[in-house]
Structure formats: C-alpha cells, structure tokens
C-alpha cells in the first residue's frame, strides 16, 4: 500500500457516497457527515478537502473561516482500512495551509477527552490545548419550584464596558480559553462578538448588590432534536450566581420556545456541581480544545 498514488484535493460531489461509507460506524449512533455534507462542500468561507489512495476516497476534514482571523478545523475522518498511515496529518496540514492562505492567524478544533489518536495528531501538527468543557443538558420541567429568584436579566450596549470590566478580572474567563462555543465551535470571546451578541438579545447578566455578580450568552439553535437553548458561556464570581443564571434560564425555555438547553460548561469541578445542583445533567464527557497560531 506504501507505492499507492496519495493525493490531497478538494472535494467533489461524487465523493460523498465513498466517504459516507467509512463514517457511517464513528459513533454508536453513526456520524454527522451525511447532514453537513453539502453545507461544507458548497460553503464560500470553508474548504472540504479529501485523501485519496489510488483515486479512493479514505479521508476528509472541513476547514471553516468563522472570523476573518480564525480557522475552524472540524470533520477529520480515516478509513479505518487506512489508518496509521499519515493521512489525517496530511489532512490537516492541507487545511492549514488553507486556512493561512485565507487570513487566518488562529486555528482551533475539538477533541473529546478519550480520543487519543486525535489528540496526538493534534500534537503533532503543533497544536496545544487552550481549554476544555462538560457538555451539560436540561429540559424545562423543574422538579423543585424556589419561591423567591433573582432574575437575570438582557444586556444592552449600555453594558458593554461592565461585561468587558467583569471579564478582564474574571477566575472563569482564563480557563475557558476566553472561548463561546455553540454548534460544536469555539468563538473568541471579543468586543466585536460580545457587541453582537448583545444585539441579538443572547447576553444574559445577574446583577446583585448593585455590581455585576455573572452573565451567560446563550442562543437558541434549531437542532436535530428540536429547538434549544444553547449556553456556550457562563461566569460568576461564586458558584451562587453560576447557579442562580443556570436556574434562570431553565426557567425561561417555555418563554422562549425551547425543548431543551445544552450548556458547555468550562471543564471545573465547581461549575459542574453548579449546574448539577439545579437539575442539569452530566453524561461523564469532556471536550477538549485545541489551538494552534498561524503567524
């Protein structure tokens, strides 16, 4: 198999059944390929690309531009007829060449914590991990109603040098990576995308005692499952207000016309028992990312 012709191109519609074939058994449920399949291939600001072997497609990754200074590398896939043999160090060297040749001066991925052919991979295209998260869940129904909350409440652009004033002395901020994830990716938590999020009503902030005692930001997503609340940020300065905006938000899923809320949760024992402590649920997992500079 050392003399088989290798190659690493772009990919093309005709390679989608071929590669469908080899994802369909990554997971006990399958894989996620087949839904993101065309959206990748077709995407301006990203570049599917494919390893073949004698013409045979064995392996694929998606790199996606999701600002105009990081890289999103996700959708790393081998054969398992054809691993061991280079091919996903390849595959990932293809994107970030890409990913440099587009502006990027970051890149990111995630790996889950068991994952240790990843993880050296990752490694050994110099990549190093920045951060690591608990992918926690709830469902509206509260099985214990507390008479007196405090409410948290939606930021505006009045906000913005609080919010900014709390993260730069914030124990949570630095162990995060200074990183919001939804959808599977990690955003740079930045002035530009706290502005955003503020303007689509996605900032949540708990005040007490007259300061800013936490916030979250957290969006609704369409998923497979249904729509969802997802929480890819959330600060406090104790574990109270973590727990305190973690209730609150459970409690708003009818209002907001949620089945559900998924939470990545930065990867502490105590923003853990935070969220366990007001019914979420943790399946054991963690998630770890990964960042490499490319300048």
């Known amino acids: 198999m ?17 590669v469908l074939a080899f994802c369909k058994n990554t997971w006990s449920w399958g894989d996620y390929i087949e839904y993101q399949w065309d959206n990748w291939l077709h995407n301006p ?3 599917l690309f494919v390893a073949t072997l004698d013409g045979q497609p064995v ?4 790199i996606l531009m999701i600002t ?15 691993r061991r043999q280079g091919l996903a160090e390849e595959l990932n060297n293809a994107a970030l ?16 914590s068991d994952n240790a052919p990843s993880i050296r991979v990752a490694e ?7 951060a690591g998260f608990s992918l926690l869940t709830a469902t509206p129904q509260l099985n214990t109603l507390r008479a007196s909350q405090e409410r948290t409440q939606l930021a505006t652009s009045a906000d913005m ?16 990576g200074g990183l919001y994830y939804t959808g599977w990716i990690a955003y740079p938590i930045t002035a530009t995308l706290l502005e955003s999020k503020i303007n689509a009503q996605q900032v949540y902030l708990l005040r007490r005692w007259n300061r800013l005692d936490g916030l979250a930001i957290a969006e609704i997503r369409t998923e497979r499952q249904g729509p969802q609340l997802s929480i890819g940020y959330i600060d406090g300065t104790a574990i109270e207000p973590i727990s305190l905006i973690a209730y609150d938000l459970r409690r708003q899923l009818p209002a907001l016309h949620a089945d559900s809320i998924r939470a990545y949760v930065p990867d502490i024992m105590l923003l853990r028992e935070a ?3 007001v019914e979420y649920e943790w399946d054991g997992s963690f998630f770890y990312t990964y960042e490499r500079g490319l300048k």
């Open 59 to 62: 392996g694929i990754v998606f």
């Open 275 to 277: 969220l366990t402590g």
């Open 2 to 18: 050392n003399s088989s012709i290798r190659e690493i191109r772009s990919a093309r519609p005709e390679d989608r059944e071929p």
């Open 45 to 47: 600001n990203g570049q």
């Open 68 to 82: 105009a200074q990081d890289a999103w590398l996700q959708g790393l896939r081998v054969d398992p007829q054809f």
């Open 124 to 130: 050994r295209i110099l990549m190093r991990k920045v």
């Open 97 to 112: 060449l890409e990913a440099m040749q587009r502006g990027a001066t970051y890149a990111r991925l995630l790996i889950e």
């Open 161 to 176: 040098d609080d919010i900014i004033d709390y993260l730069n002395v914030s124990n949570i901020f630095p162990l995060s």
